[in-house]
C-alpha cells in the first residue's frame, strides 16, 4: 500500500504485473498496466476537461501528491501550457485559497508557536537528503501582499519549477513557510483559515525566529542551498545580509529577479544596437527586487568602465512618494545610492500629487529602459509610453509586477503605442502580439530563468557559498542563450521549451564562477560539464528499489 501512496514512488496504473506480483500490489489496481505515456495522455484528458484555471491547478497539485514522475512528465510535454498553472499568476489564487483547497501535507510547517521545537519539526521532513529549500513567511507573496500559511503554495510552485528547468530531483526538495501569523485581516476572520491565527510576531521575537530557524538548519542540512521567496522588503534584504556568508544561501526575489532582468537587457540590447553604458535606467517601485535590480545594473555598467559615481547617476527611481532624491528622508541605505541629487531636478514639473513622478520623469529624462515593479496595475500610461518612444530609438520597456492584473502595461499596448519600437518583456507571462505581418514574441522577465539554473549549478559544483558574482555569471550566460540574438520577433529570453537545455549551460557558468571564487572545489570544464548533466533528473520510472520497500516496511511496522 506504501508503494501506491508514496508520490516518489508510486507508478500508478504502470506497475508492471511482475512489480505486482512482487509486491502484492494486484488486488489494489485495476487490471490493465499502462504505460507512462498512456497515463500522460490520460491525465491530459482529466487537466483538460477541468473548467478554470484554478480547477487546472488543484488537478496538478493533486497529481504531484499522487505519482511524481507522472506529474512532472505532463508538464514537460505541456510546459507553455502548464506552467502558467502551476506557477505565476495562477498559483497566486492557489496562495489565497491555501486553506479552502488544501489536501495533504507537503514540505514544512514551521510555526511560531512551535518555536522551541524546530530542529525537530525540520527532523520530521519527509526526505532526508535535501538539496535545495524554499522558504517564505508569506508577507509579500508575489504582488498580493500577505497570504500568512497560504504562502506556502509558492516554495511548492518554485521547486516544482527547479525539477522541471533545473532537473533537481524532487525527492531532494524541501518547501517550508514560517507561520509567523498574519496581518491579513480577511485570513485572520476566515473560520476555515489554517496558519496560526495571530497578528504578525515583529522586531527581536521576529529576528529570533529568523535566527533559530537558521541555526536548525544548519545543523540538520549543513550542504544545502537555502533560498528566500517572498519576504517583505523590511525583511528581505537584512535576511540576506545576515546570513549569506553563514551558509548556501541567497535571495530569489532580490537576486534571482536582478539576474534575469539584467540578461533582458543584455539581450534586448543585442537587438537594438545600443551600449549598456549608455543606458539611462527609469524604475517604478523602489522596493527589494526593484532595488536588487539597479544594483546588478549598476555592477554591469562599472565592468563596463564607468565610474561608480556615473553609474549611479544613471537611474531614477520614483516610488509612491516620487523620485527618490537626497532631501528625501524616508530612505534606506540602500535606496539612497540611487537618490538623485536634490537641487539638480529642484526645478522639475511635480505633478504627482505635488512631487515628481513616473510621468515627469519620463517627460525630463531621455529615459532607456523603463522597469516596473510596483504592483499598480496600468500604471506605465499610454502618454508615458508614447513620450518615452518619441526620444529614443527602441525603449526597452518591462512590466514586471505579478500577477498578470498587477502589470504595469500589457505588451500589445506597448507594442501599438511605440508602432512595434519597444523591446518588451513581463513578469506574467502574455501571449505573442500581432504587429503587422508578424508575431512578436513577449519574453517572461522571471527569476524562473535564473534560479533553476542556478540551484544546479551550485549542487552540481559542490559550491559553499552563493555570491553575486555566481548570479551574474548566470545572467551573461542567459543572455548569450537570447534566440533574440538570431531573429528580431523572438522573445527576448528562450523559449520554455528550451530552458531546461539553456539551464546546462547556465549551471557550469555558475559552477565556473565558484571555482573562480575558490568557493568549489576545482574541476576542468568537461567534468564539471558533466557533472551538471548528471545532476539533472528526468521523470521516467526505474525499478522499484527494493530498499526502498524495505524502509516504507520498516516505518510501518515501527508505527
Ligand atoms: O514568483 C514569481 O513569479 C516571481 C517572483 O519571485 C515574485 O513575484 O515574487
Ligand atoms: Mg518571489
Redesign the pocket.
Known amino acids: 500500500m506504501s508503494l501506491v501512496t508514496t508520490p516518489t514512488l508510486n507508478k500508478g496504473t504502470a506497475f508492471t504485473y511482475d512489480e505486482r506480483t512482487r509486491f502484492d500490489l494486484h488486488g489494489l489496481l485495476p487490471l490493465h498496466v499502462e504505460t507512462l505515456d498512456d497515463q500522460v495522455n490520460r491525465a491530459y484528458q482529466a487537466y483538460l476537461r477541468k473548467q478554470d484555471d484554478l480547477e487546472r491547478h488543484i488537478y496538478l497539485r493533486q497529481l504531484q501528491d499522487t505519482n511524481e514522475v507522472l506529474f512532472y512528465r505532463l508538464v514537460l510535454d505541456h510546459i507553455d501550457e502548464m506552467m502558467p498553472i502551476v506557477?505565476?499568476p495562477t498559483v497566486a489564487q492557489g496562495c489565497q485559497l491555501f486553506s479552502k483547497i488544501y489536501r495533504r501535507p507537503r514540505g514544512l510547517f514551521i510555526s511560531y508557536p512551535l518555536r522551541d521545537r524546530i530542529p525537530e519539526l525540520l527532523r520530521s521532513r519527509p526526505n532526508r537528503e535535501v538539496d535545495v529549500v524554499v522558504v517564505t513567511d508569506g508577507e509579500r507573496i508575489?504582488?498580493i501582499g500577505d497570504q500568512g500559511v497560504g504562502g506556502l503554495g509558492?516554495p511548492i510552485g518554485?521547486l516544482a519549477l527547479y525539477t522541471l528547468i533545473g532537473g533537481i530531483d524532487p525527492a531532494r526538495t524541501l518547501p517550508i513557510v514560517l507561520d509567523v501569523g498574519t496581518n491579513n485581516q480577511e485570513l485572520l476572520n476566515d473560520p476555515e483559515y489554517l496558519g496560526w491565527r495571530h497578528e504578525r510576531i515583529t522586531g527581536k521575537d521576529y529576528d529570533e525566529f529568523i535566527d533559530q530557524f537558521v541555526e536548525a538548519v544548519k545543523d540538520e542540512l549543513p550542504n544545502t542551498c537555502l533560498q528566500w521567496?517572498?519576504f517583505a522588503t523590511p525583511h528581505a534584504r537584512p535576511i540576506l545580509q545576515h546570513y549569506r556568508d553563514e551558509l548556501l544561501t541567497f535571495n530569489?526575489?532580490i537576486q534571482?529577479?536582478a539576474a534575469v532582468a539584467l540578461g533582458v537587457v543584455l539581450s534586448a540590447l543585442r537587438v537594438s544596437g545600443g551600449s549598456l553604458k549608455d543606458q539611462k535606467f527609469v524604475f517604478l517601485g523602489a522596493g527589494s527586487?526593484s532595488i536588487g535590480v539597479a544594483d546588478y545594473l549598476r555592477q554591469a555598467l562599472v565592468v563596463e568602465g564607468l565610474s561608480e559615481e556615473q553609474a549611479r547617476s544613471q537611474f531614477w527611481i520614483v516610488d509612491k512618494d516620487g523620485l527618490l532624491h537626497s532631501k528625501r528622508a524616508d530612505l534606506s541605505a540602500e535606496q539612497q545610492v540611487y537618490a538623485q541629487n536634490a537641487e539638480s531636478v529642484a526645478d522639475w514639473p511635480k505633478t504627482f500629487n505635488g512631487t515628481i513622478g513616473l510621468a515627469d520623469v519620463i517627460g525630463k529624462v531621455d529615459a532607456n529602459v523603463l522597469l516596473g515593479f510596483s504592483t499598480v496595475g496600468g500604471a506605465f500610461t499610454e502618454a508615458i509610453v508614447r513620450e518615452m518612444a518619441r526620444k529614443v530609438a527602441r525603449p526597452i520597456i518591462l512590466p514586471l509586477s505579478?500577477p498578470t492584473s498587477k502589470a504595469e502595461a500589457k505588451p500589445d499596448d506597448l507594442i501599438r503605442w511605440t508602432d512595434g519600437k519597444a523591446l518588451v518583456a513581463t513578469?506574467?507571462p502574455f501571449p505573442p502580439v500581432k504587429h503587422g505581418e508578424s508575431d512578436i514574441f513577449i519574453a517572461q522577465c522571471?527569476?524562473?530563468y535564473i534560479f533553476p539554473a542556478v540551484g544546479l549549478g551550485l549542487v552540481a559544483s559542490g559550491a559553499t557559498r552563493v555570491t553575486d558574482g555566481m548570479l551574474l555569471a548566470a545572467a551573461h550566460a542567459l543572455a548569450e542563450n537570447s534566440p533574440a540574438l538570431k531573429n528580431p520577433t523572438a522573445p527576448l529570453l528562450p523559449v520554455l521549451t528550451d530552458v531546461r537545455k539553456v539551464a546546462v549551460e547556465m549551471a557550469v557558468a555558475v559552477g565556473v564562477a565558484a571555482q573562480n571564487e575558490g568557493l568549489a572545489p576545482k574541476t576542468n570544464l568537461a567534468a564539471l560539464r558533466s557533472n551538471v548533466i548528471s545532476c539533472q533528473w528526468s521523470p521516467e520510472y526505474s525499478d522499484v528499489d527494493l530498499s526502498d520497500v524495505d524502509l516504507l516496511e520498516e516505518v510501518e511496522v515501527t508505527q
Request: hydrophobic share 20%; net charge negative; no cysteine.
Open positions: 506557477y505565476t508575489l504582488g509558492i518554485k521567496e517572498d530569489d526575489d534571482g529577479t527586487a505579478n513578469g506574467s522571471n527569476n524562473v
